[in-house]
């Protein structure tokens, strides 16, 4: 392949001499290994001042500045150079084999022809030359360790204007690259390359390879990752390769949290409408604590922990009572990365670092404990996590420090009384703390204690109070700790912490006292939220799945809410709804998203610009500010019955299409300027869907449909200047992406399934059926499967299939038997769920339950599927119109 690929790439040259890595590699092992301990070449002699200098300065920068990555062999930084090159549309540029094209030499023989003083002082030649010419838009990759210490000294340099990243991998994948090395060789130069490699960087980046094996951005004994093999068209994706998709949208979530999102990536910008808004903004959020060694022994899953939760907060407990030098080890500072990097891979919300020493912070004191703390603080900035804490005991000038080098980071300022003071809540140490925070700009406060009697929890709502009446800007977690405490967790308004559901995790006794179920239980039986009515209509829903998934929701997370199928041949029924007080929303299904937007008062941005609504929501308090309801505001009101003064409507849909393209299309695939989309289909669904690839970034989208006029009216509403009137822009809360930057998406028709597919495009790479794959109102399925002269796409693509009955379509059946040729399918079951997590966030206010809402959708079909039982109940309640789907246990 593909001289196209190779330009898009940016890649300079491919070839690579392997000895000369390896000996390169080696030399400069035997160089970290022998050099004096002090500087940036070797292990510094205080590796706590070392991490902190890493955030001294505000590692804020420039939305253009390039990007350096640096790592020991076998990281995988160029992997991952390579897919940001691609997705980010940065230059990419590998220092070796940089100094090979402009020296004519490998590092190696350079080494060996002009001695080791003249090789590194060309070396850093090439690299100044490189970092002062690349100021912007590209991606950098190196390995300083090997380059001598005056280039470790610029690339340190470089951390004032620039991120510099700092690649860490497993022991076991750096074995796979260094064959003959022992392991604990490995763990020496991971120790000693790492500070050297930590001194000279300011953020860090944990690759985690998840399956050996079936790694494919590991090192071959060539040097060659299959990843980059199949990137320069070396070789042809027998397999979709999509372990590594994973990587990327780690390193992705990664380089968009540090960047604060100003890189262009377009993959990046979570779709989920709660995503928008800001977490400590919101009423009754909560934040599950768990322990760094439970997220590393992996003995729970990352989605049931985050469960009904708006934050992840990785605890690291009683780090003082380690053996001291183990405390900012390197493979204990690892440890911090390789734990983010499991949360992130399966989490949506933010991940919040808690490290607690065991021993008690004092103010002024300057001893061991306290600088590890420090250091340990530093080093989970540089992990570019959403929140840190910082202990609000600490001196001044050293959180002020903290805050200077936060990055994109927040702060939140903690303490806990060991003891409850004697006039509780009352105490002016309370008062004080929190002066602290505010006149120290930190982004939120968290204080608690033991509590001693019931009183003490009222005594926090006035102390709260206080809070506000003082700086209502900075969020104020406060609660009482201990049994009678756990009152007070209740009435937390903001990321209250909470311990996972029923995960068999042993209780810890210092961990919050209560889960999200209990506290969100607890405000429905108060009062303070209401039970509510969801439903869902449409023509011929009878066998829909999303009573049983949202239903489960509603109970896992502990809302007394129920979800029930009301089937009608007209729109009249909303009429009936609104006019219940407890009417929560309604989800819109064919033939009714087009029309039903005559009937609401405001849109979302994505609907007006789609056009078709498939989520209805009441607003009973939020009054438009020119014209524009705020999102905030819309969330805050959920939950909570009264006259309904009118009606806003949605679009959900075009987020589960988007979700499933990115998950099935592979790094190869990504959006590029000539990447073509078809979708199958001219109703609703299609009309989501062109908008989803819109925002994917496609440029040229094509549409077959069995009748040509429908749509030709699908293409005329996205080409027509209506459309690009609405078209996303910043602030409207739509993702801006290359689409929208490099040219106008325009949508075309393709008349007939006997037409060749036009050469002047490229093959499509992302295909969407939006056609329904059962007979309906006696009209047979269309049974539509690919032209053979359309799946000639040479690196495959992704094939999403809407309908799920049945989910084996024609379609996916052809797709799947296509794999080898690196076409991927996500089926209809895939797809639903995706669109209903949105739809329960705006429905409730809250974090849908995925792994649950996936479960129970698999499990209802399945179950329908066997004996037929479930179509019948769903029939049943369809016809009774508003009978709850019955909840199974
Ligand atoms: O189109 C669909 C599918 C659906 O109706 C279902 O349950 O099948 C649910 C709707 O929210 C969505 O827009």
Redesign the pocket.
């Known amino acids: 392949m593909t001289e196209n690929l190779t330009t898009a790439l940016h890649i300079e040259s491919y070839g690579r001499a392997r000895e000369d890595d390896a000996t390169t590699h080696e030399a400069s092992l035997e160089k970290v290994r022998h050099v004096p301990t002090e500087g940036v070449n070797g292990p510094p002699k205080d590796s706590e001042a070392m991490i902190e200098a890493s955030t001294r300065t505000s590692r804020i920068f420039d939305a253009k500045a390039s990007v350096v990555l640096v790592g020991l062999q076998g990281t995988g930084k160029s992997s991952l150079a390579v897919m940001v090159s691609t997705i980010c549309n940065l230059r990419l540029i590998e220092i070796d084999r940089h100094f090979r094209k402009v020296t004519g030499h490998s590092l190696n023989t350079h080494r060996k022809a002009f001695g080791i003083a003249a090789h590194h002082q060309a070396l850093l030649e090439v690299l100044q030359a490189v970092l002062s010419t690349c100021q912007t838009g590209c991606v950098i990759v190196c390995n300083p360790v090997s380059m001598g210490r005056g280039a470790q000294a610029m690339i340190q340099d470089y951390t004032k204007s620039h991120p510099v990243i700092h690649v860490v991998r497993d022991v076991q994948s750096l074995h796979r690259c260094l064959p003959g090395r022992s392991r604990a060789r490995i763990e020496h130069l991971m120790d000693v390359g790492g500070s050297a490699l930590r001194a000279c960087s300011n953020f860090e980046f944990y690759n985690l390879t998840e399956d050996i094996s079936a790694d494919s951005t590991t090192e071959d004994a060539e040097g060659v990752s299959e990843f980059r093999r199949l990137a320069t068209g070396q070789i042809s994706p027998k397999t979709p390769f999509l372990t590594l998709k994973r990587v990327e949208r780690e390193f992705l979530k990664f380089l968009g949290q540090i960047t604060g999102g100003v890189l262009t990536i377009p993959f990046r910008e979570s779709t989920y409408p709660l995503s928008r808004i800001a977490v400590q903004s919101k009423s009754f959020t909560y934040a599950v604590r768990v322990p760094l060694k439970d997220i590393l022994s992996g003995s729970c899953s990352i989605e049931d922990l985050e469960m009904a939760c708006d934050l992840f907060e990785i605890s690291v407990d009683n780090v003082s009572s380690s053996i001291d030098h183990e405390v900012t080890s390197a493979s204990r500072l690892n440890e911090f990365g390789r734990a983010l990097t499991i949360v992130r891979r399966d989490t949506v919300v933010p991940v919040m670092f808690h490290v607690q020493f065991g021993e008690v912070i004092a103010p002024g004191d300057g001893g061991l404990h306290h600088q590890q703390y420090r250091s340990l603080v530093a080093h989970c900035l540089r992990l570019g996590p959403e929140y840190v804490t910082v202990d609000l005991l600490l001196d001044d000038e050293v959180i002020l420090q903290l805050s200077k080098g936060k990055g994109r980071s927040k702060l939140m300022g903690h303490h806990t009384f060991a003891s409850r003071p004697s006039s509780g809540w009352e105490d002016g140490q309370c008062l004080m703390l929190f002066e602290r925070a505010c006149k120290l700009s930190l982004d939120a406060c968290r204080i608690n204690m033991p509590a001693d009697k019931i009183w003490d929890n009222f005594a926090l709502q006035n102390f709260r109070r206080r809070t506000y009446a003082l700086q209502p800007d900075v969020a104020l977690i406060a609660y009482n700790t201990g049994p009678i405490g756990r009152m007070s967790l209740c009435f937390n308004s903001t990321l209250t912490p909470v311990r996972p559901e029923g995960t068999g995790l042993p209780a810890i006794p210092s961990f919050p006292a209560l889960t999200a179920r209990e506290c969100t239980r607890s405000l429905y039986a108060s009062f303070v939220l209401e039970p509510m009515k969801f439903y ?1 209509i ?1 023509a011929a ?1 009878a ?4 009573p049983a998934m949202h239903n489960a929701a509603y109970k896992c997370c502990g809302m007394p809410h129920s979800f029930l199928v009301w089937q009608t041949e007209t729109l009249d029924v909303i009429r009936q709804m609104v006019n219940d007080d407890h009417f929560g929303g309604t ?4 033939p009714f ?1 087009t029309e039903v937007i005559a009937l609401t008062h405001s849109l979302s941005p994505h609907a007006k610009a789609i056009g078709a609504v ?2 209805l929501i009441p607003v009973r308090q939020s009054v438009p500010v020119d014209g524009q309801l705020s999102e905030l505001s819309l969330f805050e009101e959920r939950n909570r019955a009264g006259t309904v003064k009118f009606l806003h409507g949605d679009n ?2 075009w987020i ?1 299409v988007r979700t499933c393209i990115r998950r099935g299309l592979s790094p190869i695939n990504a959006v590029g300027p000539r990447t073509t989309g078809l979708v199958i289909g001219a109703g ?2 299609a009309r989501a869907t062109v908008y989803a690839m819109i925002q994917l970034g496609v440029q040229h989208i094509f549409l077959y449909n069995r009748s040509t006029t429908n749509a030709e009216k699908l293409a005329a509403h996205y080409n027509g200047s209506g459309f690009h009137a609405l078209a996303p822009s910043a602030g409207s809360g739509m993702s801006c992406n290359e689409g929208h930057q490099h040219g106008r998406s325009v949508v075309r028709v393709i008349e007939s399934l006997a037409d060749p597919w036009p050469a002047s495009f490229h093959q499509p790479t992302i295909v969407v059926s939006c056609i329904p794959a059962h007979d309906i109102a006696g009209n047979p399925a269309a049974n539509f499967t690919m032209p053979r002269q359309w799946l000639q796409s040479p690196t495959g693509g992704v094939v999403v299939e ?1 309908a ?1 009955k049945p989910l084996a379509t024609p379609l996916l059946e052809q797709i799947a038997a296509e794999a080898h040729r690196g076409w991927v399918t996500v089926d209809g079951l895939e797809l ?1 769920p995706e ?2 997590f949105a ?1 329960f966030e705006l429905f409730t206010g809250r974090r849908a339950p995925r792994k649950l809402m996936r479960a129970e959708a698999l499990r209802n079909y399945w179950e329908a599927q066997k004996c037929d039982l479930g179509i019948t109940q769903n029939s049943a309640q369809a016809e009774g119109q508003g009978i709850e789907h019955p909840l199974r246990d």
């Open positions: 869902i449409g829903i066998y829909t799945l999303s989800a819109v299904n064919p998203k498939n989520t959900t849909d589960g609703g669904m809407m799920y639903l669109q209903a739809q």
